[in-house]
């Protein structure tokens, strides 16, 4: 049986899933690509679920994509498996966190940039190395790229191939946090914990509109849901009262 699997495990408000490839320095497999999307199915679905934290196991994120099926992924374009990992990850419905130690390279780095936040070790290494491989880097994924650190460092990291260190992915973007090793995990806690105590329809509302996916219908319907909701009464008392929001919006059925 292969030890290359995700694993999924979750605490009250956080789930967390955790890549496994002790063999491959936790390269997806085909088969890991597949099971993304199925997870993120299943934790979208259950209302507990405030916050997800994406991460690897050993002290590695992720070393890339498998290229063990490399013929499978080049038929496939930008309508691969990976991508489709990719797409549906970033269109997660609550906040996600990645969480980095290590290598973060390739598919790795795909999948951490698809995330809404990435923390990162004092360690860890990112690079983007299609241009070493002689692939063309998916549209979607390129472009996401540039989105997070601006053309011209998406240039640098496509056209070199080359690894860059943490504090540099911190000044180009890449990351929002670099902290030693040994504080990530609790910086992660804190983070996650503080994200799930605060409104969800606020963060809800946040990520869509950031993410570009609120039209001005979905806009009007999210100012509709603060007047009804008494969501923002309650922030206010809390606010008045000295006391922590009791919020309790939660979000209807997937339109």
Not at 14 to 29: G, H, K, L, S
Not at 201 to 227: F, M, N, S
Request: hydrophobic residues 45%; glycine residues 10%; proline residues 6%.
């Amino acid at each position: 049986m292969s030890d290359a699997e995700l694993t999924v495990t979750v605490d009250g408000p956080v789930a967390t899933v955790v890549i496994r490839n002790p063999a491959r320095r936790n390269a997806m497999t085909p088969a890991m690509w597949r099971q993304l999307p199925v997870l993120l199915d299943g934790l979208e679905a259950d209302p507990a679920v405030r916050v997800l934290v994406l991460t690897g196991a050993g002290g590695t994120f992720c070393a890339g994509a498998d290229l063990g099926d490399l013929d499978e992924l080049l038929a496939a374009g930008d309508g691969s498996i990976a991508v489709a990992a990719e797409e549906r990850l970033a269109a997660f419905g609550r906040p996600t966190v990645a969480a980095i130690e290590g290598a973060c390279v390739g598919g790795g780095c795909q999948l951490a940039v698809a995330c809404d936040l990435r923390l990162a070790a004092a360690d860890a290494r990112f690079g983007v190395p299609p241009a070493r491989l002689g692939l063309v880097y998916p549209a979607p994924t390129t472009r996401r790229l540039a989105g997070l650190v601006g053309p011209s460092a998406a240039k640098h990291l496509l056209f070199t191939g080359e690894l860059v260190d943490a504090e540099r992915a911190l000044r180009i973007g890449l990351v929002d946090e670099v902290l030693p090793a040994g504080v990530l995990a609790d910086r992660v806690a804190a983070l996650t914990t503080t994200i799930a105590e605060r409104s969800r329809l606020t963060v809800t509302a946040a990520k869509e509109i950031v993410d570009g996916r609120a039209d001005a219908d979905r806009l009007a319907w999210w100012h509709a849901q603060v007047r009804d909701s008494g969501e923002a009464r309650e922030g206010v008392s809390a606010v008045n009262e000295r006391r922590p929001p009791r919020f309790g919006w939660t979000p209807p059925a997937a339109r």
